[in-house]
């Protein structure tokens, strides 16, 4: 299926670190969501934007709607070793008429202590 | 809230049996629901997207008498793999669409199968 260009693919960063990765399309979204998933477990919801424009921050995660609608970033802040795992980007298209969602191919990130 | 859960958690069972799974959405209503299937170090591949009352939309390339898909009530949906063979082995995620906009997704724990 179709899928969404997200960036970096993997990472290896210092604890303490700021980490940013972003996902981008050629088609218009009118939703973002980013999930971060653990090994062996479902991705868990973190941030969701509905707005060009928005940004929405949980803790030290912050993410934005480009104002193109057509990618979105995913900042953290001050990285800890339980930021491991991977980062999902996901977008809504203006043409799903089911709320269905293409998902980004991930960023795998890992933080050395 | 919005929690949602799955059963069996991991599940192995002979090429040719037939495995059912459970997805529940525990605290909300869920009138759309989703079935994914992910391959290691992979991305979510959406298998359907399943409506409460009505037939579930299969994606294209996914044989829909291989996997059956039964949304019977706002809380449960079911994926049964039937005939199973190794190469239906995978882990299959489930999501429910909910949340204060509507528009948010979120995801059970999932189902490692292994087919021997």
């Known amino acids: 299926g179709q899928q969404l260009n997200q960036s970096p693919q993997s990472m290896f960063i210092q604890e303490g670190e700021d980490v940013s990765m972003n996902c981008t399309s050629s088609?218009?979204?009118?939703?973002w969501l980013w999930y971060k998933q653990d090994p062996g477990e479902g991705p868990v919801l973190l941030i969701a934007?509905?707005?060009?424009?928005e940004l929405t921050s949980n803790g030290r995660l912050t993410a934005q709607f480009g104002i193109t609608r057509k990618d979105s970033f995913l900042n953290i802040s001050a990285s800890i070793p339980s930021d491991v795992g991977i980062y999902f980007c996901a977008g809504q298209p203006t043409t799903s008429g089911t709320y269905k969602y293409i998902f980004g191919t991930g960023t795998r990130l890992k933080v050395l202590a | 809230g919005a929690v949602v859960s799955q059963h069996p958690s991991w599940v192995i069972c002979k090429s040719g049996t037939s495995v059912k799974i459970e997805c529940r959405s525990l605290d909300f209503q869920a009138t759309t629901m989703f079935w994914y299937r992910q391959f290691p170090k992979q991305s979510l591949m959406l298998m359907a997207t399943?409506?409460?009352?009505?037939?579930?939309?299969?994606e294209q390339g996914v044989e829909k008498d291989k996997f059956l898909i039964n949304h019977a009530s706002l809380t449960l949906s079911t994926l049964t793999v039937t005939s199973a063979h190794p190469e239906d082995s995978s882990f299959y995620i489930c999501?429910?669409?909910?949340?204060?906009?509507?528009?948010?997704?979120?995801f059970g724990p999932g189902t490692r199968l292994t087919v021997t």
């Open positions: 088609s218009i979204f009118n939703t």
């Open positions: 399943s409506n409460e009352g009505s037939k579930a939309t299969y």
């Open positions: 999501s429910a669409r909910g949340g204060a906009g509507g528009y948010e997704q979120y």
């Open positions: 934007l509905y707005k060009a424009g």
